[in-house]
């Protein structure tokens, strides 16, 4: 089942054509679909209900991959709660709906003052990734007449995921404390007045495409909760982070079935049997990824000698995955291609002054030219999160579709927003 399709000769966000929105909200502009959000919710937790039976599995959505308002309300709806990794996605998490008791906060670094919101918010959880931060938690949360609960974000030196950047579990990487100081931590915090740790995270990295990874720091996790208990310490609670990977090449259906869902919770499952201890997860990219796409409109053709430029209006600002990971994006034509159409082989790339703003080179698409909308899709995740204004772009649209409604649920930044809030020092003009 997918929710962006081909009708009538032309590309739909569920019931909308995606013409209608290009028209009225202008491109480029993120396209968001609420059912598949909903689907893919829903597909997740009822997996993970399952893996420790009797026992609430608490799932928290990594708002990093996508905080749209609308997104978040409507997982929010859904019960979800939130993983956060600042003080202003606490901020806009708590905007959205979701309960301070449904909110944990990662992070490799924490400000002070983050901490404060965080406990004066009263957060569920805390997920610990330094002794500094240990000690400057219970501080702050002293100070504040209050316990703050917390786990340890465990690095358990196996690292996986699509590309070196986005791997986090190996012990090269900044996050987390070691297997090693987890023990000695667990037991200076038990004498510890503002903080109240209440078992162990983890989060080994993105877009994880084989159930093997997740197995190989689940056990260790799972072998370091019985060693804590054995030395006399209390852990209630496992949090198994994100990162469970998605389609992004499958040309007509990118909905990833429940396959490595199952998979992945019937291996969770297996391996906690009997552990006794509250489950979490942490999903980003799998319940958004493939709710959104980056509409854009094709604006010059630049056919060189060896090969053909496609200069879109979109830019690696908007989506800044292919030039930080070479991700690759399915590009569709909103027009549906004729069956048997001719092809070209494209570079598509964006108006901003970087060889790098190249979205993919030599892609084959129908013959397109100026006016013409494509869409790259799988883009709902670490997309519109993570885009700027290099070059002085304003931040784009983002637009959420229900059935045959769609809602602006972010308006392009205008320019009074994007210069105006600049001060010129006083010893110039
Ligand atoms: C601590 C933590 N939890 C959850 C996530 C979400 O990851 P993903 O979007 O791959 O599920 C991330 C990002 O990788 C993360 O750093
Ligand atoms: N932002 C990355 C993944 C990193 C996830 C956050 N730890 C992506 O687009 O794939």
């Known amino acids: 089942m997918h929710h962006f399709a081909y009708r009538d000769g032309a590309l739909f966000a569920e019931d909308v054509d995606l013409r209608e929105i290009a028209d009225k909200v202008g491109t480029p502009v993120y396209v968001y ?5 909903e689907r893919h919710y829903r597909l997740y937790e009822a997996a993970m209900a399952s ?6 599995a608490h799932v928290f959505y990594a708002m990093k991959a996508n905080s749209n308002l609308g997104v978040l309300k409507t997982l929010a709806a859904l019960g979800a709660g939130a993983d956060t990794v600042s003080e202003g996605e606490i901020r ?3 905007a959205a709906g979701f309960p301070a008791s449904k909110i944990v906060f990662s992070g490799v670094g924490k400000a002070e003052s983050e901490l404060a919101f965080a406990v004066e918010a009263g ?3 805390v997920n610990i990734e330094t002794e500094g931060e240990l000690d400057l938690l219970s501080k702050v949360a002293q100070r504040l007449g209050k316990r703050q609960e917390a786990v340890f974000r465990v690095n358990p030196d196996i690292g996986a995921g699509g590309h070196a950047k986005i791997t986090t579990g190996s012990s090269a990487n900044k996050f987390g404390v070691s297997f090693e100081e987890v023990h000695r931590l667990y037991a200076r915090a038990a004498n510890m007045a503002g903080v109240r740790i209440m078992g162990l995270a983890v989060h080994i990295g993105s877009q994880i ?8 720091a689940y056990t260790k996790m799972r072998d370091l909760v019985l060693a804590l208990r054995a030395e006399g310490h209390r852990v209630d609670r496992l949090d198994l982070g994100g990162g469970l990977g998605i389609p992004y090449e499958v040309p007509k259906d990118f909905d990833h079935g429940p396959g490595l869902i199952e998979a992945y919770a019937g291996m969770v499952a297996k391996l906690m049997q009997g552990l006794d201890a509250e489950l979490g997860f942490e999903p980003g990219r799998l319940i958004v990824g493939n709710a959104g796409i980056l509409l854009t409109k094709v604006l010059h053709l630049n056919p060189r000698p ?8 979109a830019a690696m600002n908007d989506l800044m995955r292919p030039a930080m990971y070479e991700a690759y994006h399915e590009i569709w034509p909103v027009a549906e291609p004729a069956e048997g ?5 494209y570079d598509v790339v964006g108006p901003i002054c970087e060889s790098g703003d190249t979205f993919t080179a030599g892609r084959e698409l129908s013959a397109l030219k100026p006016g013409d909308l494509i869409a790259f899709m799988t883009a709902g995740a670490y997309g519109a999160s993570m885009s700027s ?10 637009v959420l579709v229900k059935g045959d409604k769609f809602a602006v649920t972010r308006p392009r930044q205008t320019y009074e927003e994007l210069i105006g809030t600049d001060r010129a020092p006083p010893w110039l003009p």
Do not use: C, H, W
Request: charged share 25%; aromatic share 8%; net charge neutral.
């Open 33 to 37: 679909s609420s059912a598949t959000i």
């Open 51 to 56: 893996t420790a039976p009797g026992k609430p």
């Open 92 to 94: 806009k998490a708590l």
């Open 123 to 125: 957060i569920y959880q």
């Open 209 to 216: 495409r084989e159930v093997d990874a997740f197995e190989a």
């Open 306 to 313: 060896t090969k053909e430029f496609l200069v879109v209006d």
């Open 341 to 345: 159409a001719k092809t070209i082989a």
């Open 389 to 398: 204004t290099y070059n002085q772009r304003p931040l784009v649209a983002e």
